[in-house]
């Protein structure tokens, strides 16, 4: 047994197909195959049920797979702790990010983050909070950014800093003339929202109590995927949507007049870092936490919390 094996074995695990975890180990389906075959005829037992397409772990090699992640772990872990006592910082960093948040945040650090550590490699994908949660299960990622909290015992969460919720109103809107609202001044039958599996979209469900309110629907029925999208829509339909600040600052100064503040205390989402339990790669981690805090406005760091209200669901925010 080897830890190459034992990475093949986690990539199986992971993709359920031998083509496509041969192509993430960067190897030949052949030379992958074959060092799985050698790994089970040496232990005896049989990890995969290939039969089954995509393929299933055995009961057995659920076990072996549980333990091949703990020893990787710890191997990287050795790794880590000689590249402190170096002083080094490099490798790379695998983040995920939700779409809410990535067009508004990552401009602010990722360049100077690359330039003060040049040998550090950063991957970032755009994912829901579900994908990114799934996806540090299995290890396809290192860290997430998104909104908290999940309340996942799994899930290591860093808090980063408050972002509040703003409201945004087309040019020529008349029933919202006041600068600063309470939730109960929005007309949720003139909300545009996101499209169902962000999480963005279940906070403003929650801070507007659509629940329980019954709403018309729009005769103009439309998925926005993105706040761009909603900005738009708002534009065309004369409607009302609810952005968070980092979006609400990216506006041009002529449609400053068409954003409302909340009245303190403003409701807020919290973003954080994330990680798996079993995370290694903390310096690394620290590094990109402190060039975001460095980039982002003051008054979104946490120490804003004592001001502000979050309205994350305590049920955490996964659908």
Aim: with cysteine.
């Amino acid at each position: 047994m080897n830890l190459q094996q034992l990475e093949y074995i986690l990539a199986v695990a992971t993709h359920r197909h031998f083509a496509k975890a041969a192509n993430a180990c960067n190897v030949t389906q052949p030379t992958l195959s074959m060092m799985i075959q050698k790994l089970e005829g040496e232990l005896d037992i049989k990890i995969f049920d290939r039969s089954k397409q995509p393929v299933e772990v055995t009961d057995v090699g659920q076990e072996i797979i549980f333990q091949a992640r703990k020893i990787l772990s710890e191997v990287k872990q050795v790794n880590e702790i000689i590249m402190s006592h170096k002083g080094e910082l490099k490798g790379e960093l695998r983040i995920g990010i939700i779409p809410t948040l990535s067009p508004y945040l990552l401009p602010l650090f990722v360049t100077t983050f690359l330039k003060k550590y040049p040998h550090v490699k950063l991957k970032i994908q755009d994912l829901t909070t579900r994908e990114i949660v799934d996806k540090l299960k299995s290890q396809e990622l290192d860290a997430g950014i998104l909104a908290t909290p999940l309340n996942i015992s799994s899930i290591l969460e860093y808090p980063l800093f408050y972002e509040q919720f703003i409201v945004y109103t087309s040019a020529k809107e008349q029933t919202i003339k006041k600068k600063y609202l309470l939730a109960e001044d929005i007309d949720v039958n003139r909300l545009w929202l996101l499209e169902e599996g962000h999480c963005l979209r279940a906070q403003v469900i929650n801070l507007c109590e659509l629940k329980k309110k019954e709403t018309e629907v729009h005769n103009l029925d439309y998925e926005a995927g993105s706040i761009e999208a909603l900005k738009k829509i708002v534009d065309l339909s004369e409607g009302i949507t609810i952005m968070p600040e980092l979006a609400a600052n990216e506006l041009a100064k002529s449609k400053h007049n068409q954003l409302h503040y909340f009245k303190a205390p403003a409701p807020v989402r919290e973003i954080s870092i994330v990680t798996y339990r079993h995370f290694v790669k903390t310096r690394l981690i620290d590094a990109l936490k402190s060039e975001i805090l460095k980039n982002i406005p003051e008054s979104m760091k946490a120490a804003s919390k004592k001001q502000i209200t979050s309205i994350s669901s305590k049920k955490g925010l996964l659908p």
